[in-house]
């Protein structure tokens, strides 16, 4: 009906045809308000509603203990690699998990604030996530940060490290909301919104009660959690329609049975996929098979011309942006949370017949 192509972007990223009619339907007039809810207030009380419920579900969805604060802010994930050694590192010191481009880039930001560790780098050709014995985490550290899922390279971590009484922080961009996680493990938690919780232009924080207050003394003031919390994230005019769209989403996926069989979801998915790399020597998948991304599938053809024809080919039968980041090319089908079965389905039989057709 709305001519749609599968879009298997890496963000900002597909949204559920449900969450789309949804807002297409209150566009013009938010519930008998006369306005979109990009037009209203943020201080109004329907705007305070949707902006309370959001919060309510997210938190319900997610299971996110009492003793964490949530915080919308804006500067998108990037912010966050500024604003985590400023707010949490009173000793200056935090260790640093590389595990792809965008952990290597987080720990070069840090850099500017503390003191910067490398526990772990698994680097150059990122590949897979390390074993708890190859970290070289210090015992004085303020926090451990890891990157949870790593876009580019089609990595996550099936299990989180141990770090003991340290906090530990993940960047969560790219798998939040994909399954469920214990919350509690973690000192903080991050996530540009633009992948499986909405739309560009918001990202979203839980830390920890204990940790907050703690930050330097001359330091953005809309990075300081503290400042956040206090204004209940209205510090400054919030994103209204991102937030709004977040609480869309939640919506959806309580709908759908919540994480539990959003995670089974997202396993059969990604099954499909995997098992034709693995049944292929025309098809070489880049992430070692213990490390594997629910979430980014990626890959390489025998030649970069047929990555190209691949891409070319895909386009034609209405699947999109399935080309590999520009920094390591290939081929990458990010399938988050809203990409449904069929358009999974589709692509496998695509894959099936290009290799027919080219080897």
Not at 151 to 165: S, V
Not at 247 to 256: D, N, Q
Request: net charge negative; charged share 25%.
């Amino acid at each position: 009906m709305y001519n749609r192509v599968y879009n298997f972007a890496a963000g900002p990223s597909q949204l559920s045809l449900d969450v789309l009619e949804e807002i297409s339907k209150d566009l013009f007039n938010y519930q008998g308000t006369g306005m979109s809810v990009m037009e209203m207030s943020h201080r109004s009380k329907t705007y305070l509603k949707i902006f309370e419920e959001t919060k309510a579900t997210i938190k319900e969805v997610m299971n996110i203990p009492d003793n964490y604060e949530i915080i919308f802010m804006q500067g998108g994930a990037t912010e966050q690699f500024s604003a985590i050694p400023l707010n949490l590192a009173p000793n200056a010191k935090a260790d640093y998990i590389v595990t792809g481009s965008f952990a290597k880039k987080a720990a070069k930001e840090a850099a500017k604030f503390v003191d910067v560790n490398i526990a772990c780098d698994v680097g150059p050709d990122y590949k897979r996530i390390p074993k708890q014995d190859e970290l070289n985490l210090r015992k004085d550290a303020d926090y451990v940060y890891i990157c949870a899922n790593n876009t580019i390279y089609g990595t996550e971590y099936q299990d989180y490290p141990d770090t003991g009484d340290i906090p530990l922080v993940a960047d969560m961009s790219s798998d939040i909301c994909s399954k469920k996680i214990d919350v509690s493990k973690f000192g903080l938690i991050y996530a540009g919104c633009q992948k499986n919780m909405g739309i560009a232009g918001l990202s979203f924080v839980i830390v920890r009660k204990d940790l907050i207050g703690k930050h330097r003394e001359n330091m953005p003031v809309l990075m300081e959690y503290d400042t956040q919390v206090n204004g209940d994230s209205m510090y400054n005019t919030p994103n209204t329609f991102a937030i709004y769209v977040l609480g869309l989403v939640a919506k959806w996926i309580k709908k759908l049975g919540g994480l539990e069989a959003m995670e089974k979801r997202n396993k059969e998915k990604a099954k499909i996929l995997y098992d034709i790399l693995d049944n292929s020597d025309f098809y070489i998948g880049h992430a070692d098979k213990d490390s594997r991304s629910m979430m980014n599938v990626t890959f390489n053809l025998p030649t970069e011309e047929l990555e190209a024809k691949f891409v070319a080919e895909a386009k034609k039968e209405g699947m999109e942006s399935l080309k590999g980041h520009r920094s390591v090319g290939g081929i990458r089908a990010s399938i988050y949370n809203a990409m449904e079965l069929e358009g999974i389905e589709k692509l496998a039989a695509f894959m099936k017949k290009f290799e027919e057709e080219n080897r």
